[in-house]
């Protein structure tokens, strides 16, 4: 009787990555995102009056358990990970509101210390994995550090934004060019003079968010604010719809690759 080789054991799988790849609709969602962080945070606790306190509790608690999602999922689902990114951008404009209008914290004062904190969450992420690489996020604890260096951006970029456009007087309009420029240059160092992707990605990462918190402010503001009156209502309700559309779109294109 003829003996049949055995079968080969199969390799097993590399772990997933658990963040999307850096393409041209990440960017756009998350300059979305974090636009409309802004107006959310001011639509629920200044339209709906539930005040900022009541706000951030509230907010708070629907980041954990979006954040709980997306760390069980294991790998990048699109509806998950957007989620918990709309989420702490909410969260992380109402910490900033909080630090300044309720307890009086100067907004330099705050950008300086959310940079600070920024910087150590890099250098202490650094030294126990080894990268900052957002195509290495494969375990719970890298996933933890990456979504930590993403809450200090997010509350660094409304002071930041809110310190140019109204305390240094540029306005809304003026405050977003700045810091798109600062973007162009960035994209210009990475495709033309050979920035390094890593640090070239989370300045941009950085610099994304008083962008996007400037162009909520100058959509949903009044005219004597240097805003085009839209309303939080009607420019979250955009964005938020934007997004969900760009979020399906990946999803799609997610379910042909795998399948």
Sequence with gaps: ???????????????????????????LIKLLAVTMGET???YLAVNLGLGLAATSILMTGVL????????????????????????????????????????????????????????????????AEGTLSIHAVTTFRREAWYWL????PFALGTAAGDLMAEQFGLGYFATGILFAMIIAALALGYFVLGLDPILG??????????????????????????????????????????IALIVMYMTTQQARRTS
Excluded: C, H, K
């Design 40 to 42: 959310a945070a001011d």
């Design 201 to 242: 990605f989370w300045l941009a990462y950085i610099f994304t968010r008083p962008l996007g918190a400037s162009i909520g402010d100058f959509l949903s503001q009044p005219g004597d604010y240097g805003g085009l009156g839209l309303g939080t209502v009607l420019t979250s309700a955009l964005f938020l719809g934007v």
């Design 64 to 127: 954990v358990v979006a954040l709980l999602l997306q760390f069980a999922q294991r790998r990048y689902v699109p509806w998950s990970y957007w989620s918990a990114v709309v989420l702490i951008s909410v969260v992380g404009t109402l910490v900033t509101d909080n630090l300044v209008d309720n307890l009086g914290i100067p907004l330099w004062a705050t950008a300086v210390a959310f940079t600070l904190a920024l910087a150590a969450t890099f250098l202490l992420w650094f030294r």
């Design 149 to 152: 260096a993403i809450l200090f």
């Design 1 to 27: 009787m003829e003996r049949t080789a055995p079968m080969a054991r199969s390799e097993p799988l590399p772990p997933a990555n658990r963040v999307p790849e850096v393409t041209l609709d990440f960017w």
